[in-house]
């Protein structure tokens, strides 16, 4: 009996971890709290996908590379994680690298936040309406956390950031969403 009450709640916490966003304040609605980066991104209460705010990163001369971070930790029991962002954006300029862009960016680290792996959710030019990315990333099997990067990268104009999801898959889950998206 004792076994299956723990089994249960095991069960139950996968589940859980499962649904829950690891990423604090994605919807920037308690204004920049979780995030690094805050001296070059701005609150923009009046281009937003939902709730009160939305964040924006913009340049206008320069190129460099203007990002807001936050490090998540990785659950115990997580195969893969599905991030998902509600991205606008207004004249960004093409550079000749495709990296040159407006984007979002998964690295993967160990304990002591040296990178393994990175992945790109999204990287968008131009002038675009709010558009939902999405994508599934099987995690690194030696990386213990996360750093979601919210890029205008090395290119000029302005990025506004929504929304931001970070859910926690186990392999089935990961398995399923991966067909659907191929």
Do not use: H
């Amino acid at each position: 009996m004792k076994q299956l009450f723990l089994f249960s709640l095991l069960l139950l916490s996968a589940i859980t971890n499962a649904q829950m966003n690891l990423v604090k304040n994605g919807a920037f609605e308690r204004d920049m709290v979780n995030w690094r980066g805050e001296e070059i991104a701005a609150l923009s209460p009046y281009e937003k996908k939902s709730g009160k705010n939305s964040v924006m990163i913009n340049q206008f001369t320069g190129a460099e590379w203007r990002a807001l971070d936050q490090i998540v930790l990785i659950p115990k029991l997580t195969y893969a994680v599905e991030c998902s962002v509600w991205i606008k954006t207004d004249q960004v300029e093409s550079q000749k690298e495709e990296y040159k862009a407006a984007a979002v960016i998964l690295e993967f680290t160990n304990d002591n936040e040296k990178q393994i792996s990175t992945e790109t959710i999204a990287q968008v030019k131009g002038t675009t309406s709010w558009t939902n990315y999405k994508k599934a990333v099987k995690i690194p099997s030696d990386a213990k956390k996360i750093r979601i990067m919210l890029a205008l990268a090395q290119t000029n104009g302005t990025v506004f950031f929504d929304d931001v999801n970070l859910k926690a898959l186990g392999e089935e889950e990961y398995a399923k969403v991966d067909s659907q998206n191929k």
